[in-house]
């Protein structure tokens, strides 16, 4: 059975850090490109950041590029989102997804976890 499960949302001030997790199973982890997306109320979802396989290359919207850092440990099954410096327009649900590297078609989504920022 696939799963992706993510954990370390929750409620920060401006300025503060979060560290999201998603654990994967139930398929070959280490041949799916990982992305983080996120969806804020009344928005549509939207890719914050890329992993490739190997972890050697990484894309990042322009929003949160310098503020986010994405990596993946292969022998864990694990997809880590590092978020410093957060604002308040980075509150939304935040999901994890992977897509087969070659069959694109193949493709999984977690349950999402919520990211508020606020004071």
């Known amino acids: 059975q696939v799963q992706l499960v993510e954990s370390g949302g929750g409620l920060v001030q401006p300025g503060g850090s979060l560290r999201l997790s998603c654990a994967a199973s139930g398929f070959t982890f280490s041949m799916y490109t990982m992305n983080w997306y996120r969806q804020a109320p009344g928005k549509e979802r939207e890719l914050v950041a890329r992993i490739t396989t190997d972890g050697s290359s990484t894309n990042y919207a322009d929003s949160v590029k310098g503020r986010f850092t994405i990596s993946r440990d292969n022998a864990k099954n694990t997809v880590h989102l590092q978020m410093n410096s957060l604002k308040p327009e980075d509150t939304a649900v935040y999901f994890c997804?992977?897509?087969?590297?070659?069959?694109?078609?193949?493709?999984?989504w977690g349950q999402g976890t919520q990211v508020t920022v606020s004071s």
């Open positions: 997804n992977a897509v087969h590297s070659i069959l694109t078609a193949r493709r999984f």
